[in-house]
């Protein structure tokens, strides 16, 4: 399988699956940016269930390509996405083996949310023993012969890729049951070395 996948922010246990099974994956870091989808937003598991983690971002004009978009630091939101993912995930069986890996990342200012992504998104390969055969967009392409097109499919809204959804253990799973498809932190700090089993 091959794949155009675009660079998102924390991408979900879907995401994360394709990028395991794909033989080539196409970045494409020059389409238009799209409000309200997973490139600047991510869902994880909080004390009260589903929580939205929002990366701000400059104002910019509308098609403005992906690799352009600013990340704004107006307000301190890097404190506050870290915090709120160390109170969720502290408890869970990885979280103290993973945090030195990925705090650094939370208190480091990119420019761009292209170069905050995928310092997140290399990290959490690392993690999980995966390994890309990957190439990035020099300018903006419709298609590729052979590539299968999974750039609009990544938003919160968007249900149309079947996958498996096989649960494991949740850290709040007692209280408000089990909830599929969360951002890979959820996966890999639950599961931890065994996380790749379920991509």
Known sequence: MKVILP????????YY????KAEEVFFDLHGHYLKQNFRNRAEMYGANGKL??????VK?????ALQDIKISYDHTWQKQHWKSIASSYRSSPYFEFYEDDFA?????????????????QNKVLEALGIKLNATFSKEHVKKIEGFDNHRSYFTPKDKSIDFPKEPYNQVFEDKCG?????????LLFNEGPNAISFL
């Open 104 to 120: 650094p990342i939370f208190l480091h200012h990119y420019e761009t949310l292209v170069e905050f992504n995928l310092a997140l």
């Open 17 to 20: 699956t394709l990028l395991n």
């Open 7 to 14: 660079v998102v922010f924390l991408g979900n246990i879907e």
């Open 52 to 57: 939205n983690l929002i990366i701000p971002v």
């Open 60 to 64: 910019h004009p509308n098609h403005t």
């Open 178 to 186: 089990f909830i599929p498809n969360l951002f890979i932190f959820d």
